[in-house]
């Protein structure tokens, strides 16, 4: 199985719409990270949280909010969908502390949203 | 502000070496990954470097120097697997991970 999960794989939605996009993992990691990757631009950081009660918000935070449920569930919101928030979207992981093995983010396999 | 530089796109033979450069430019440094990315698919850890000099893991080898801000990837023995997109990743002194847009590598027989 899967050490971090996302769900929905795919997504299609209207202009204006709410949905949400879950993330799990079984590896045990304090810190989760929510990304978009859009074609030429890598990976652009959304929200992050370093425990259950710490929300951060990253680069590019504007249109989204995020819950993190549990030590192992974090969810990012998109509260009312435009086309340009069409991307790919990976959550990911990582231990408390510094140095690789601590530092070192593993990913989900990502959902491949479109807004129309 | 903080940046990472790495080249968009590169074409290489199989069988053959190639190398990715880096420039990075962080608020502190606290090491330096690359991570390995199919189309379509999720970023894999290829490697860290925190010190100076070259670490080698099998035919992937990762070159740092904190001095002029620069890391490299060398692919060596390429295989058509190895076509993806390479991330350059610096970590600043809040041990955020600072992305660069990635390499594109082709890979022709």
């Known amino acids: 199985d899967a050490d971090v999960t996302q769900t929905p794989r795919n997504r299609i939605t209207k202009t204006g719409k709410r949905i949400m996009l879950e993330c799990s993992q079984t590896?045990?990691?304090?810190?989760m990270y929510w990304y978009r990757q859009d074609p030429g631009l890598g990976l652009r950081l959304i929200y992050y949280?370093?425990?259950?009660?710490?929300?951060n918000k990253g680069e590019i935070s504007d249109g989204y909010s995020v819950s993190r449920q549990a030590q192992a569930k974090f969810s990012l919101s998109l509260e009312s969908a435009i086309p340009n928030q069409t991307a790919l979207y990976f959550c990911?992981?990582?231990?408390f502390g510094s140095g690789k093995e601590l530092e070192t983010q593993y990913f989900g396999p990502g959902t491949r949203l479109l807004v129309l | 502000g903080q940046n990472i530089d790495q080249p968009t796109e590169m074409t290489a033979t199989e069988g053959a070496i190639v190398q990715i450069n880096c420039t990075y430019q962080?608020?502190?440094?606290?090491?330096l990954f690359w991570y390995q990315q199919h189309a379509g698919e999720a970023p894999t850890f290829l490697s860290y470097?925190?010190l100076d000099g070259l670490e080698e893991k099998g035919r992937f080898s990762s070159f740092l120097s904190r001095s002029k801000g620069y890391s490299y990837l060398l692919l060596k023995e390429l295989q058509m697997k190895d076509s993806a997109s390479y991330l350059c990743?610096?970590?600043?002194?809040?041990?955020?991970?600072?992305w660069g847009a990635g390499t594109k590598l082709i890979i022709k027989p």
């Open positions: 990911a992981t990582s231990d």
């Open positions: 590896k045990g990691h304090d810190r």
């Open positions: 949280s370093f425990d259950v009660k710490d929300i």
């Open positions: 962080t608020s502190g440094f606290n090491g």
């Open positions: 470097n925190v």
């Open positions: 990743a610096g970590v600043d002194s809040n041990y955020q991970l600072i």
